[in-house]
């Protein structure tokens, strides 16, 4: 056999990795160049779709199911493609990046499934895209284990019949790969992510009982998941496996495709698994699309839109009709609570908060539901155990009694709650010590005992700039201004100084972190997203 043609892809201003020569193979890189050629021009008009919408969000401040797949919508006799054995059972997921310690503790942790993260959990320096790949063809091959250099604390795997399936997550379609280039253009980083995993290990998966499985981020509409299924079927047919190996679970995590779950599931039919409830990002998509929709879009403190607010409790069960309906899981959202090793009252309130948050979502239908750290596997398993017993899953209950309108998913107003004053400190405290950690090369962060991703840092940034241009005053008299967010990033960054002292402040990133949370929550031109600017400043 011929050697393959050299790669068109150039590795731009990347410093030689470690091992990078068994992920960025010619044969490998050759695929990924394939993709970004057949399909980056779709991803562009798509990218140039979601501005259009947005533009007439704005000018309606409304939105309503599609009426040109109405039609799908009433179909009541297709259902997506029958589930492979490895994720008929998913009641508990944990998530976390792929650097080498968490993706031994992730499969280890006894959750049925690790969301192996490339996305919002990871920052995309050059090391974590390329290393993370390597981890987990080390976990697949079972060579991977981990000391850990300041404990001496040794990891290894169980054996495979213990370990978690892997639903892989890849960028969202906006995030360009600056250091692979095709003719002097950025490759999508979504491509990058998935091309790399797909062409090293999905028929590595087949061999193990397993398969290429994928968690889907950011999607807006209907038309990006036709994308991603043209995606899989190209990619499974250069490799050679069959057409429906692949599995995707859609994150309904933006308010538009809250409108088109029913179609998101329709477009990626033989490779749909289901779809999956991301609160952190929805809230962001809310202030995103009705950014200038007056006060009654205006959401309270981050921490007051809980899920039992009206219009999360409509989305929520919506998602669950729609995937029983058609044979597909729905997963519930995120427990961020990281125990603390100190206070044992602060573990006892929050493991409560955790387990009657999981178990309302298994008694609403949900077949499964996330956790950020493996001590909350077993409350969440408990939870699911009661009401699945021996079953894998409770897509057979298809909740007929839910009844949502399009008018229920944006009643924002409906919650009672309002912005305060601690909720500005707040959002300006985790929008610092995130975007810092992130400058970092870090992307899942433990603040204030939660796990906190970039999803954080938007909803975050977003409240800020929302509750400024909206003119909020709060509780205590004072209005939010573009000066009042400025006092009390001061405060935050002397508070910070003080705190951790003045040799480890000059070691991070805090006033450039500063400045960036200031930039997006400020400009007038609101970012789409907080990661666009972030990636710019970060090395590596």
């Known amino acids: 056999m011929s050697a393959p043609a050299p790669s068109p ?9 470690p091992r990078q020569e068994e992920v960025l193979t010619e044969a490998a890189l050759a695929f990924v160049a394939e993709l970004h050629r057949r ?6 008009e798509l990218l140039a779709r979601r501005a259009e919408r947005r533009a007439e969000i704005a000018r309606t401040s409304t939105l309503d199911f599609l009426p040109e797949t109405a039609a799908i919508r009433a179909d009541d006799s297709w259902t997506v493609g ?7 059972d998913r009641r508990v997921e944990i998530t976390g990046p792929t650097d080498r310690k968490m993706t031994i503790n992730a499969l280890n942790s006894g959750a049925k499934v690790w969301l192996a993260d490339f996305e919002d959990a990871s920052a995309p320096t050059w090391e974590n895209v390329v290393l993370g790949q390597i981890n987990l063809i080390d976990a697949y091959t079972r060579n991977i284990d981990f000391t850990d250099p300041k404990s001496g604390k040794s990891y290894a795997l169980r054996a495979n019949d213990e370990l978690a399936t892997v639903v892989m997550r890849p960028r969202g379609w906006h995030l360009n790969e600056r250091h692979l280039q095709f003719d002097g253009e950025q490759v999508p980083g979504a491509l990058v992510d998935f091309g790399l995993y797909f062409f090293h290990n999905a028929q590595r998966l087949l061999d193990l009982g397993k398969g290429p499985y994928f968690y ?25 496996i069959p057409q429906g190996t692949v599995r995707a679970t859609v994150l309904i995590e933006t308010i538009t495709a809250a409108y088109e779950m029913e179609e998101i599931l329709y477009e990626l039919r033989d490779h749909a698994a289901g779809l999956n409830a991301g609160r952190w990002d929805y809230l962001f998509s809310i202030v995103k699309n009705f950014r200038d929709g007056g006060t009654k879009f205006v959401l309270p403190d981050r921490n007051a839109v809980t899920m039992t607010a009206p219009f999360m409790r409509a989305y929520t069960e919506l998602l669950v009709r729609t995937c029983h309906k058609r044979g597909a899981h729905a997963i519930g959202g995120m427990a961020a609570f990281i125990p603390s090793r100190r206070d044992a009252e602060v573990n006892k309130v929050a493991f409560e908060k955790v387990r ?7 008694g609403d239908g949900f077949d499964g539901s996330w956790v950020a750290h493996p001590d909350l596997v077993p409350i969440a398993m408990e939870s699911f155990d009661k009401v699945l017993g021996d079953r894998p899953n409770q897509k057979d209950r298809l909740r007929e009694d839910v009844s949502v309108q399009a008018a229920d998913l944006i009643a924002i107003d409906s919650l009672e709650a309002k912005p305060t004053y601690p909720g500005l400190v707040n959002a300006v405290q985790v929008g610092i010590r995130y975007i810092e950690a992130w400058l970092r090369g870090l992307g899942a962060v433990a603040i204030f005992n939660l796990m906190e991703d970039a999803a954080t840092a938007e909803i975050s940034r977003s409240q800020i700039w929302q509750w400024i241009n909206a003119g909020v005053e709060f509780e205590n008299g004072e209005h939010a201004t573009p000066e009042l967010a400025r006092k009390v990033a001061a405060e935050e960054l002397a508070n910070i100084r003080a705190e951790i002292g003045e040799e480890a402040f000059a070691a991070g990133h805090w006033q450039q972190a500063h400045d960036l949370l200031l930039e997006v929550s400020l400009d007038e031109n609101y970012a789409d997203f907080l990661t666009l600017p972030a990636y710019e400043q970060l090395k590596g």
Do not use: M
């Open 216 to 240: 889907l981020p950011k999607t807006e509409s209907h038309l990006e998941a036709r994308l991603w299924n043209e995606v899989f079927v190209f990619a499974q047919d250069y490799v050679g």
């Open 82 to 88: 029958p589930c492979p054995p490895a994720l008929q």
């Open 39 to 44: 399909f980056t021009p779709r991803r562009d």
């Open 356 to 362: 009657a948050d999981k178990d309302r979502e298994a």
């Open 9 to 17: 892809l150039a590795i731009v201003d990347a410093e030689p990795l």
